[in-house]
């Protein structure tokens, strides 16, 4: 009862945002729906799920098609309470990445045709859907409960991909697509995010705090690096080969901005004239040691210009396959930022947390279906799938508030042959939200739905 609790207080935050009461109810019925619901979280599945498959369904499709609504709005709660696990004194971490969400159909809105990040290195293949941008906030439960951070997802938009010019197009047409195309880019679009959140946290009490964005290598550029973003810092993952150099400081040529010799970060963490340093980070469970080297007052002339920058290598980090195997290695990480007056330690744990947005796209496509509405409209294929984000989003506040960080015994029991993990897997808030919605019917009539796994389990085999 408290996971299914927590969920509906925060659910129902959601109420200012819709201009009528019923509108608001029925979201807040949808969003508990998408969790209770088994096999592919299609709109009618969803009402299957919770009976009320022998109702007019035409209000719940209107939720998504005519509702006056925005998607941004969805994630004010999670913002929020977000807040309440972060240090007050310490910068926010908000992680982002770019994922592909599978969507066919030839009049989908920005379905396009693109490149598979899972097809094999030998072998290019090709999926038509839709690429999405997403940002969350990461909260560090390992100086709490010493388990893995969560990241709480605040921000899930479409990434707007112009009309491309029919063969027999002018030329004039042509060159004027592609100037749009180069000031539409993914990037441009993520600089215009990160403006709107640092809004949504000014409006929720954190206008102080400095936000970090822990961007992915496809951010590391001119669009982000160069842009003003008030209050905000950038650490980006850099290519090894990426141009960098000192400031000139001539003062036989005072004009001078870049001094003439370049170097890479790969040259950095190949100079043994730069010692190793190490610190201790929560990965994988536990702290571990991590070496890294630190560069500071670099310039990238290219994709910085004048901004000072920091440079952080991070030492390959050896791992057994076996206990008698040979060590491996993996990759060295090149990390750049702006901040320049930041911890070092916090900066690496800040990149080293940013691996579960990873973890949030893996949950909201295998276990919430974020791709699997077969909507229409252009309103609602841009906003469906926020829309499950944000029960996701929802569902991982409700289990801190109820039961912490740890996974406790009020959880089920995992199978035999399965270790027992410290923290809660998004299957197990799953089950035991299906279990405390069976056992207190109560509070799913208030919301005006009903759950009974038999009949779910045979409308959605059905």
């Given at each position: 009862m408290k996971l299914l609790k927590a969920f509906l207080n925060i659910s129902n935050e959601l109420s200012p945002m819709f201009s009528q009461e019923r509108t608001a109810r029925r979201a807040t019925r949808l969003l508990l729906s998408n969790l209770l619901c088994i096999g592919r979280h299609w709109l009618t599945r969803m009402l299957c799920a919770t009976n009320r498959d022998q109702r007019d369904w035409s209000a719940d499709y209107r939720l998504f098609s005519r509702s006056p609504w925005k998607a941004q709005d969805l994630f004010e709660p999670a913002i929020r309470r977000s807040l309440d696990y972060l240090d007050k004194e310490e910068f926010i971490c908000i992680a982002g990445d770019e994922t592909k969400i599978k969507r066919a159909g030839r009049k989908v809105k920005r379905s396009r045709w693109m490149r598979d990040p899972l097809s094999p290195p030998f072998q290019v293949n090709f999926i038509k859907g839709i690429r999405m941008i997403q940002f969350a906030v990461i909260l560090p439960l390992h100086r709490i409960a010493r388990v893995t951070a969560r990241s709480i997802p605040v921000l899930f938009e479409p990434v707007e991909a112009l009309e491309k010019p029919k063969k027999k197009a002018g030329a004039k047409e042509k060159a004027a697509y592609n100037k749009a195309k180069r000031k539409n880019t993914m990037c441009d679009q993520s600089v215009v995010h990160m403006h709107?959140?640092?809004?949504?946290?000014?409006?929720?009490?954190?206008?102080?705090?400095?936000?970090?964005?822990?961007?992915?290598?496809?951010?590391?550029?001119?669009?982000?690096?160069?842009?003003?973003?008030?209050?905000?810092?950038?650490?980006?993952?850099?290519?090894?080969?990426?141009?960098?150099?000192?400031?000139?400081?001539?003062?036989?040529?005072?004009?001078?901005?870049?001094?003439?010799?370049?170097?890479?970060?790969?040259?950095?963490?190949?100079?043994?004239?730069?010692?190793?340093?190490?610190?201790?980070?929560?990965?994988?469970?536990?702290?571990?040691?991590?070496?890294?080297?630190?560069?500071?007052?670099?310039?990238?002339?290219?994709?910085?210009?004048?901004?000072?920058?920091?440079?952080?290598?991070l030492a390959p980090i050896p791992y057994h396959l076996s206990p008698n195997s040979k060590a491996n290695y993996r990759e060295p990480a090149y990390l750049l930022t702006d901040a320049n007056d930041m911890n070092i330690h916090k900066l690496i744990q800040a990149y080293v947390d940013r691996w579960e947005i990873e973890v949030n796209h893996r949950d909201e496509k295998q276990h919430l279906g974020v791709g699997d509405p077969q909507v229409w409209n252009d309103s609602s294929v841009d906003r469906f799938p926020a829309f499950i984000v944000a029960s996701y989003a929802f569902l991982l506040l409700a289990s801190l508030e109820a039961y912490g960080a740890k996974r406790t015994d009020e959880y089920l029991q995992p199978p035999k042959w399965q270790r027992r993990r410290p923290r809660p897997s998004c299957l197990d808030l799953l089950a035991l939200l299906r279990k405390e919605a069976i056992e207190n019917p109560e509070l799913l009539k208030a919301a005006d739905l009903s759950f009974v796994p038999v009949e779910a389990c045979l409308k959605a085999a059905a």
């Open positions: 709107c959140l640092r809004k949504a946290f000014d409006a929720a009490g954190a206008f102080t705090r400095i936000l970090l964005f822990t961007l992915d290598g496809g951010f590391c550029n001119r669009k982000v690096f160069k842009a003003k973003l008030e209050r905000c810092r950038v650490l980006a993952r850099c290519r090894k080969d990426a141009k960098l150099c000192f400031a000139a400081n001539d003062p036989a040529h005072p004009q001078k901005k870049y001094a003439d010799h370049k170097f890479t970060p790969e040259s950095v963490r190949k100079d043994k004239s730069i010692p190793y340093k190490s610190g201790k980070f929560f990965i994988g469970g536990k702290y571990r040691k991590i070496r890294y080297k630190e560069v500071r007052n670099v310039m990238w002339q290219r994709g910085a210009g004048t901004k000072t920058l920091r440079l952080i290598v």
